[in-house]
């Protein structure tokens, strides 16, 4: 069965290190997406993807990045952690020429000390 | 830009009621989508339900459905007979026509009592 994977799961760093977290999807899927979330603000859009070499800011995007080198994976890196970007984050995919429903990772959680 | 309004944090519901939770959106596209996830508290989100913007009737999955009303900008999801197993955070969200980019609400938490 096609599915979206994310490692690690669950990651302890310190302030100033670098981070990255894998997404990988076997859906074939166009569109690719890291939100993270955290408590009364729902899940706010990091990045985006429509393609390979593609990338896109979303509404939080300061202090991460990301790159599309092929159609599964896109790697979600925080170049310095800082403890504000403690927080669940979700990987996503979809198909355009389909109704747009996002198929979700199981969530990473982050916490940076 | 698109905006997902839900102003209920958190509701109660006894078990085999019905019960509506709220959502209105803001957008300034002609087409767009608008859904429905859950996610119980293991954390995973599940897709539940979806509405196209010229849908003309309310989209239904079993015991959702989708109280779709465009003049008023709202997109309310009813849960019919409600389970132990529906207390979760329910979030609604929506995306443009073409490229989707998903924009969700803060979610409601709903819990059902026995």
């Known amino acids: 069965d096609a599915e979206i994977t994310q490692s690690p799961r669950h990651k302890i760093t310190e302030t100033g290190r670098q981070v990255t977290l894998a997404c990988h999807q076997t859906?074939?899927?166009?569109?690719m997406f890291w939100y993270r979330q955290d408590l009364g603000h729902g899940l706010r859009l990091i990045h985006y993807?429509?393609?390979?070499?593609?990338?896109n800011k979303g509404e939080v995007s300061d202090g991460y990045s990301v790159s599309r080198s092929n159609t599964e994976d896109l790697p979600l890196t925080l170049e310095s952690a800082a403890s504000s970007q403690t927080s669940v984050y979700f990987c996503?995919?979809?198909?355009?020429?389909?109704?747009?429903?996002?198929?979700f990772g199981e969530g990473s959680r982050l916490t940076v000390l | 830009a698109q905006k997902i309004t839900q102003t209920q944090p958190g509701m109660f519901v006894q078990e085999k009621e019905a019960v509506t939770l709220d959502c209105t959106y803001d957008?300034?596209?002609?087409?767009?989508?608008l859904f429905w996830y859950k996610q119980p508290s293991s954390g995973e989100m599940i897709f539940l339900i979806y509405q196209g913007s010229y849908d003309e009737q309310n989209a239904t999955e079993g015991r959702y459905s989708l109280n779709f009303q465009k003049a008023r900008k709202s997109a309310n999801l009813v849960i019919s007979a409600s389970q132990l197993g529906d207390s979760a955070m329910y979030f609604c969200a929506i995306h443009p026509g073409g490229y989707q980019k998903v924009t969700f609400g803060i979610g409601t938490k709903l819990q059902v009592i026995p």
């Open positions: 996503a995919s979809s198909e355009p020429a389909n109704t747009g429903e996002l198929f």
């Open positions: 993807s429509y393609g390979v070499h593609d990338t």
């Open positions: 957008t300034s596209d002609q087409s767009y989508g």
């Open positions: 859906w074939n899927h166009n569109n």
